[in-house]
């Protein structure tokens, strides 16, 4: 069965409905699409980051520890969940995943609506197991290195994920209210 996907206007209400990924960003001259990404944190200010396959969107780069689609009738949260069983095999409580920050499209993003939720993981108690057909590699780095290798590699990461760190990080610093995005008609809001 193809996947269905709501094409949404830009207050993120549905308009209609797309079927298959490949058919998502084909729709952004008539509309926004919605996505999920969560910055999987391990313990010691370190991260994980996954490097995408072949054959999906942004090959060959690396990315947020999970990252994807929001279905039809689906919540973003509930997105989250499944994309992180189906990437890194993690069973993550609900209550156990907590949302950051709502992005607005942007030419970075895809024209997507993002949640970005944060997740703590125990890499000694937690298993992570790719999925090899979205996923090659995945990594657990330090904070500080991941800043470090963005500001000297920066076409390795999808655009998507350096605009969502940098939102992360000026969140993680303390920055409370409205975070500027690229674009100047738009903001990003902590919720």
Known sequence: ???QFSIVNGEDE???IVHGKENLHQSNASGYHRAVHIIVEAFFARLVLQKKAKGTENAGKWSS???GHVRFNESYKEAAIREAKEELGLEIDPD????IVKMPPSDNNGGEFVMIYT???NPEEEVLKVNSTEIDEIVIGKMFDLIVDIEN???DYSPAFVEIFNVFLALEK???G???NDRSDNKCKRN
């Open 1 to 3: 069965m193809t996947e």
């Open 14 to 16: 549905h308009l209609y």
């Open 65 to 67: 520890g999970v990252s």
């Open 96 to 99: 156990e995943l907590h949302k």
């Open 119 to 121: 997740y703590l993981i």
């Open 153 to 155: 590699h920066k076409d």
């Open 174 to 176: 303390g920055i409370k």
């Open 178 to 180: 409205v975070v500027s």
